[in-house]
């Protein structure tokens, strides 16, 4: 192999390492921003999840629930995740009602996490600072 080639090689192995944990760390960042997100019901990038119905608030007390939105169990809360790949990750939830909750239904207002977070992500440039610092540190 000439030594063009083994530059060459090398700088494709850095860019794959870079890429690959600028991705874990990305998803990695998704999930905290989800965590602080529903701890600060949206607050913490300036979402304004809609009040609860009083009726429904009454009820969720009376049942020894929280009074914090979309905390009923804490389920959807702890249930986010990221799936890696070499160069792409999922970011997203099992549980199967979180739909309902960022997009809103006929009789319940959207309460978005998922799209607050990825908007913040993106415009942030948290990709961008990330891979930065991987390649400083090569």
């Known amino acids: 192999m000439s030594d063009i080639n083994r530059v060459f090689a090398e700088i494709e192995q850095i860019l794959k390492r ?4 600028t991705v874990g760390k990305t998803a990695q960042h ?58 792409t990750a999922v970011v997203g939830t099992p549980v199967w009602y979180a739909r309902f909750h ?6 319940t207002p959207a309460r978005p996490f998922m799209k607050p977070v ?8 948290i990709p961008a600072r990330y891979f930065k610092e991987t390649l400083d540190a090569s």
């Open 118 to 125: 990825m908007e913040h992500i993106l415009r942030e440039k």
């Open 102 to 107: 960022e997009t809103g239904t006929r009789k």
């Open 18 to 21: 870079a890429i690959s944990e």
């Open 30 to 87: 998704a999930e905290s921003e989800l965590s602080r997100l529903f701890a600060s019901e949206g607050a913490s990038l300036g979402v304004e999840w809609s009040a609860l119905k009083e009726s429904y608030l009454r009820q969720k007390i009376k049942k020894g629930y929280s009074e914090k939105r979309l905390h009923r169990t804490t389920t959807l809360a702890q249930s986010f995740t990221s799936v890696l790949q070499p160069f």
